[in-house]
């Protein structure tokens, strides 16, 4: 890998960028505390997360009409404080707890190591999140995009080839010219099929104490960083 | 208005943010010096401008299929580089000429207004221009967008519905808390006819000295401001 034929750098976010699970249960613990709830909120959150790739499957499949992810999280979040006995959360409250999902914030090493790299590369999201809350969490958490693409753009989620051909064609139209990062080995497959370059970074505690996927490359990926400080050493920025 | 009311500011750029004129002439002029060509560049880049507008026409009346601009502004070149006598370009010389559009310079108060607007708003582009123009562009002028969007994100060139819908729905559906910057009267009645608040900067300079149009605001819009700074005073960022 010859770093500089790459100029554009596109990034999962949920999980490579950012700690989803723990912001959110954290979140859950204050709502929690503020309404006098008991739930178990690492179950919750887990149970909620567990409903979002079967959701945008049904989206990719045709069985459901196009959603946005807030709509995913919504009706599952509706199941689940049924699930787990909670009652007399108002609209709003339970409409900003959905929004938790957009309130995330970066591994330790995220910021420093994005601040370095846009000094050389373009930096783009490439998400499976809503746009505006990818254009929020990045005022949130201080992430330095040049520009926000998601799945909304093109209305299919990853790995769907409308995402990574969608982003291709509005980035320039060379997909060698393009590195996906990402912690999750099937996000860059379906990167390197489409011709990008890859890039992987393990997030062994994406999921909590227990995980055992992702924790380490499972493709000939171009890179292959321990963090995104170390990423922005081997591209040399 | 109330400024508060609004999160996110969409930006025309092409005469609003970047001044067009000067910064493609200049490179005709380098273009120039380096060929030894003998062209009133003045004259060439307002021919050029003005095959843009009936382009993008052609593609939203359905004439021509979607066209990336890069790809109207090449129709038009070849075409010009013939009418002025222009030979000898190579292929590399004349795509990066059409380039050209794509390195623009600010106008002195653009990069100082868009720095203070950022700390309290979301800066997105909303422009005709091509997406990896816009990105290529914001690395180039030190523009600080947030997000890009443009045309090509919605196949359809403003002033169709497509484009300020489409950006009104990815940026979080409530047409009232977004406010379009530009310098052109029919953008700004666009985005007010979909429910956008609206916001004109005069660039009397835009189209050089015998500017005759937009000189002034011909709507009732939110915010009439002198330039980006003072829009930045009258939105209290």
Known sequence: MNPPDVRTL???????VVDWRSSVIAQGRALGADKALEVDWDAFVDDWKAAYRPGMDKVNSGEWPWMKVAQIYRRALDLLLEK????????????????????????????????????????????????ACLVGMAKHAGLPWDCVLTAENFRRYKPEAAVYQGAIDLLGGRP???????????????????????AFIPRPAEYGGGQTTDLGPEGDWDVVARDMEDLADRLGA
Chains 1, 2 share one sequence.
């Open 10 to 16: 596109v990034f999962d976010v949920f999980g490579t």
């Open 176 to 198: 060698q010219d393009i590195m996906l990062v990402a912690a999750h080995n099937y996000d860059l497959a379906a990167a390197a099929s489409y011709g990008m370059r890859t």
């Open 84 to 131: 787990y006995g909670v009652t007399g959360l108002s609209e709003a409250e339970t409409s900003n707890f959905t929004d938790a999902w957009c309130r995330l914030d970066p591994w330790p090493d995220s910021v420093a190591g994005l601040t370095r790299l846009k000094r050389k590369y373009v930096l783009c999201t490439l998400s499976n999140g809503d746009f």
